[in-house]
């Protein structure tokens, strides 16, 4: 059984005395706080805590923000790295997320280096990012045929 005393500190049940005698009450040491990363969505003001290793664009949904501008709502894989569509701008932090991927690679072949798919993005750190960057999506290689032009025109 869990207790909290007047100061909010947590005391717990044990017992003390012979079987039948009653229970006492003690202090319970306070566990560590563990540090969580902190996601910024620069755009819309915000800062939420997941945690190690979450999703980006789950995070991002499950905080209410939408990766997606007009027709994507509607138009996009559901974060299955099929579409392009969910690009978000690292704007701090990019050596806390995972690499880039071979999907990111190619569907994001012609966007800076901080671009990422938030589908395909994991959190390991506190960051800073830009949800809809004005040149995330539309430029052709968010899509299968713009993919496939991406690979051939690899050297």
Known sequence: MLRTSPANT???????LPEGAGRALSWATPSPR?????????????????????NLRRAALDAGINPYTGLNNLNNCGGLGQCGTCVMEVLEGERNLSPRS?????????????????????VNGDVTVRTNPASGVGKGSNSLVGALKALVGRK
């Open 10 to 16: 947590p005391l717990q049940v044990e017992e003390r």
């Open 34 to 54: 563990i540090p969580v990363p902190t996601i910024r969505f620069e755009r819309e003001g915000q800062q939420v805590g997941c945690i190690e290793g979450a």
């Open 102 to 122: 071979d999907v990111e690679e190619v569907y994001l072949a012609d966007r800076p280096a901080n671009y990422r798919l938030s589908c395909r993005t994991t």
